[in-house]
């Protein structure tokens, strides 16, 4: 569920290329054009919504890597989310964990916007990791969390340091409530620094390992051209990297992309972050990832609507040796955490890109 970018230091392989401004230009595309697009994606739901409208809102969820992992079948009255396998991440991901927790978020986004549009319904999971939400015209339901929809984006920056108040933290907790799901705040600087060297620890291992670089290099957008095109994946701007034609940028990561420097880029952010949410599930099994993955959506958009940023941080997670120490930190010893994130008051960053409805209606 985390964006990962360049080193700053990346801009020296500008100078291995000679292209003019055109050429430039045309080898990564415009900004503006960029955020045109993806405004587009986010724009606000039409006053009489059809079952494509609640997709594309469906589908501005968070999900690991931006792959985006779902399908979606639509019937009178039902909308399926179905795994997309296709877009699994097998290293990183290698029980699909985070692809049904993906799944989870998208089924919130779809449950709350159709409430807010007077269609009312109810998601229901299958063993194998299907989602059915049946639902029918009724009552429209306000909800603040349905405004910050389109407005929620997981912002890999700096933040400011800020504390997040008492009320706003249980804002944020209350609205996480999920049947079969448990979390954890954690606003000590102690805990939240034990959590730090916990993410780095996780980093590490995973800047080491051939296959991981391998595939996270293949979800890479390193200009607003391919993010367009691709519509999916971790665009470099979107986590304050530069914009680099494709050859450049690919060239760029094999050669500045180290395990030192993102360490310290992880620790940073941490220090700079409020507070730690911890998401862990009563049972591992498909339908309770699903579940995780609805209560952290909820968790992201009350943050959102509050002005408060978040960022995925699930190294500990990922890297299966240190489930056992974050569990313990968090106080669940012998259960599995499932999900990580950081939040604070931080700067606003450009969207990810998203694909169009048509491409993942079945």
Known sequence: MRRRGFLAGVGGALLLGGAGAYG?????????????????????????????????????AANGHNTQPWRFHAEEGVIAILPDFSRATRVVDPDDHHLFVSLGCAAE????????????????????????????AGAASADALFAAIPRRQSTRAVYDG???????METMRKAAEVPGVRL??????????????LVVAGND????????????????????????????????????????????????FDTFFAANAENEKYARQIDSSAGIAVFL?????????????RACQRFALAATGLGIKHAFINQPVEVKSLRPE???????PGTRPDIVMRFGYGPEMPFSPRRSVEEVLA
Not at 32 to 52: I, N, Q, T
Not at 281 to 293: F, L, P, Q, S, T
Request: charge should be positive; proline fraction near 5%; aromatic fraction near 8%.
């Open 205 to 252: 291992a995973q800047m080491h390992d051939r296959a991981f670089l391998a595939e996270l290099k293949q979800w890479l957008r390193f200009n607003p051209r391919d993010a367009a095109e691709s519509g999916d994946g971790l665009f470099a701007a979107s986590s304050g990297s530069p914009v680099l034609p494709r050859v450049l940028g690919r060239l760029a």
């Open 184 to 197: 954890v705040l954690l606003s000590e600087r102690a805990r939240i620094d034990r959590l730090r060297d």
């Open 326 to 332: 974050l569990a313990t930190l968090v106080g669940e």
């Open 162 to 168: 800020r504390p997040v108040s008492a009320t706003d």
């Open 24 to 60: 430039w230009r045309s080898a990564t595309g415009s900004m503006s054009d960029y955020a045109a697009r993806v405004g587009a994606m986010r724009a606000p739901l039409p006053a009489d919504p059809a079952a494509k409208d609640f997709v594309r809102y469906a589908t501005l």
């Open 281 to 293: 599930a009563e049972r591992e099994d498909k339908a309770h990832w699903i579940a995780v993955g």
């Open 109 to 136: 986004n779809l449950a709350i916007a159709a409430a807010a549009s007077g269609r009312p319904g109810a998601a229901q999971t299958d063993a194998e990791g299907g989602i059915r939400f049946v639902y029918s």
